[in-house]
């Protein structure tokens, strides 16, 4: 079973990008911050729904990378359009945010870029709200496909799981999400 903070991390760093962007936008080093921080959420998502694959993720801040490995072992992660055409700056918001002061990052496509990450965690059905496919039937269901001591706080973690099982559940539902 995966680690659901894995995911939780993830939003994580797209609340702080999304904070930083409302309070900092003029100020350049904390836009590197929050290009930074969309990068981290890109990734973190990427490696959360491989772990739950059961795939050793390895130390890598390669979007391309991780990207593959998805696709390669079945992950059920959603990689939008805007991320697989911008994988490689985005590669770059990573590491270059942080050790190149003289990195000069454009307003708008940060805000292009935390618009189109938010994107991103809606399609992978990643937020606080509780998703509407998510009827009491399906969460029944999804219920039996989980651990019985397993507990699920919030609308988020059933947001997770739903996400990391809906194939399976629609497999054995016979509906189509």
């Not at 995966?2 to 100020?27: P, Q, T």
């Not at 729904?49 to 050793?56: A, D, H, R």
């Not at 990391?164 to 539902?173: E, G, L, S």
Request: with cysteine.
């Amino acid at each position: 079973m995966c680690d659901i903070r894995y995911f939780k991390s993830a939003y994580h760093c797209y609340d702080v990008a999304a904070n930083l962007m409302k309070f900092y936008e003029s100020d350049e080093m904390y836009l590197n911050d929050v290009a930074y921080n969309l990068q981290q959420c890109i990734e973190k998502t990427l490696k959360a729904f491989l772990e739950c694959k059961g795939v050793t993720v390895p130390q890598t801040h390669s979007l391309r990378k991780l990207i593959e490995m998805s696709k390669n072992n079945g992950s059920a992660v959603v990689i939008t359009e805007w991320i697989r055409q911008n994988q490689y700056e985005l590669e770059t918001w990573e590491a270059d945010t942080r050790y190149n002061f003289d990195m000069c990052l454009e307003v708008e496509r940060i805000r292009t870029g935390l618009q189109e990450v938010k994107k991103f965690l809606d399609q992978n059905h990643l937020s606080y709200i509780l998703n509407p496919e998510l009827t009491n039937e399906r969460r029944g269901h999804m219920r039996r496909l989980l651990p019985k001591n397993l507990e699920i706080r919030d609308d988020f973690e059933w947001n997770c799981y739903y996400t990391i099982f809906r194939k399976k559940m629609a497999d054995q539902m016979e509906y189509v999400p």
